[in-house]
Every structure is written in C-alpha cells, then in structure tokens.
Nanobody, 121 residues
Framework: AHLVESGGGLVQPGGSLRLSCAAS????????VAWFRQAPGKEREGVSC????????YPADSVKGRFTLSRDNAKNTVYLQMNNLKPEDTAVYYC???????????????WGQGTQVTVSA
C-alpha cells in the first residue's frame, strides 16, 4: 500500500499546476490527506489538508486563495490545484494520509515519494 504523487514540473510565475495523490492498495475514503512541501535548506511546511469526507480543507496562510484541495474518492485520489504560483512555492511536494476523517496532524500512515515543483521565469 502506498501513495503516489504526480503532476509536478516547471512553470512560470503566475502559472498553474495540478498535483495528484493517488492511493494504491488501500481505500483513501477513510483517511484525511495532507500536503507538505520542502524547499532546499528549509524545514518541511504544511500546505493544506482535506478531511476524509472532503467536507473541509485547511490551507496554510501562505497558499490561501491560491491553492485548492479536492478529492475524488471514486478514483482514490486527492488533487492539489495550485494557481498564481510564485517562485517561493518552489519545493518538493509530498502528500500524506492520516487514518480517520479529521485533519489532526498526529500520525501519518502513508507518505508519497514527492514531486518537484519549480516556479521560475
């Protein structure tokens, strides 16, 4: 059982990307899913989290109004839509699944391998 991120790449400032986090070997319905990012030389930062039901999301202040989390439980996948990207969004982005409906941030059962996002002109 594991998570696989995809959708990263190189984009110009102001551009958009959509990252996917697909679960394999387990049912993502029963997990809250969080996204994190880590830039070179910096600590890992929480980006956003979506509850298992998809009813609520919790974006960080740094991405509020620009990044949107959604999920398609039929496809066992969570999506991070990133708009109006800035150079400071450059990082490796990771998704992680936490058992239960709520974004508690206590213990993540599964982590993805990460996908690189680079925002540069």
């Amino acid at each position: 059982a594991h998570l696989v991120e995809s959708g990263g790449g190189l984009v110009q400032p102001g551009g958009s990307l959509r990252l996917s986090c697909a679960a394999s070997g387990f049912n993502l319905d029963y997990y809250a899913v969080a996204w994190f990012r880590q830039a070179p030389g910096k600590e890992r930062e929480g980006v956003s989290c979506i509850t298992g039901s998809g009813g609520r999301t919790y974006p960080a202040d740094s991405v509020k109004g620009r990044f949107t989390l959604s999920r398609d439980n039929a496809k066992n996948t969570v999506y991070l839509q990133m708009n109006n990207l800035k150079p400071e969004d450059t990082a490796v982005y990771y998704c992680a699944a936490e058992s239960g409906n709520y974004c508690r941030g206590v213990k993540y059962d599964y982590w993805g391998q990460g996908t690189q996002v680079t925002v540069s002109a």
